[in-house]
């Protein structure tokens, strides 16, 4: 069966770290890229971030720059988003996502993928 599944979401202070991880079951996920995305209920889902398989080409959001970092390990077939310098305005649901392609590509934060793990709450607190 065919899974994502993100985890590591938490309740941190403002300033904090976490590191999200996206763990994939049923495919290999190192043929594909992943993006992260976040939701604030009311608000429009945003592009945080997108990793390509192969040559691991990243990409972030201007309002994580410098503070996120996404990383993959292929041999635990996982996804990571290392947070740090959290702001209160980062708090949200954190999903992960593909649309079974390689390359992120120019327009990867359009958030047009085809399939979506289910989300892990960050909350920070200031």
């Known amino acids: 069966q065919v899974k994502l599944v993100e985890s590591g979401g938490d309740l941190v202070q403002s300033g904090g770290s976490l590191r999200l991880s996206c763990a994939a079951s049923?495919?290999?996920?190192?043929?594909?890229?992943i993006g992260w995305f976040r939701r604030v209920p009311g608000k429009e889902r945003e592009g945080v971030s997108c990793i390509s398989s192969r040559n691991g080409s990243t990409y972030y959001a201007d309002s994580v720059k410098g503070r996120f970092t996404v990383s993959r390990d292929n041999a635990k077939n996982t996804v990571y988003l290392q947070m740090s310098s959290l702001k209160a305005e980062d708090t949200a649901v954190y999903y992960c996502?593909?649309?079974?392609?390689?390359?992120?590509?120019?327009?990867?934060?359009?958030?047009?993928?085809?399939?979506w793990g289910r989300g892990t709450q960050v909350t920070v607190s200031s």
């Open positions: 996502a593909t649309d079974w392609g390689p390359s992120c590509g120019s327009n990867w934060y359009r958030g047009e993928y085809d399939y």
């Open positions: 049923g495919f290999t996920l190192d043929d594909y890229l």
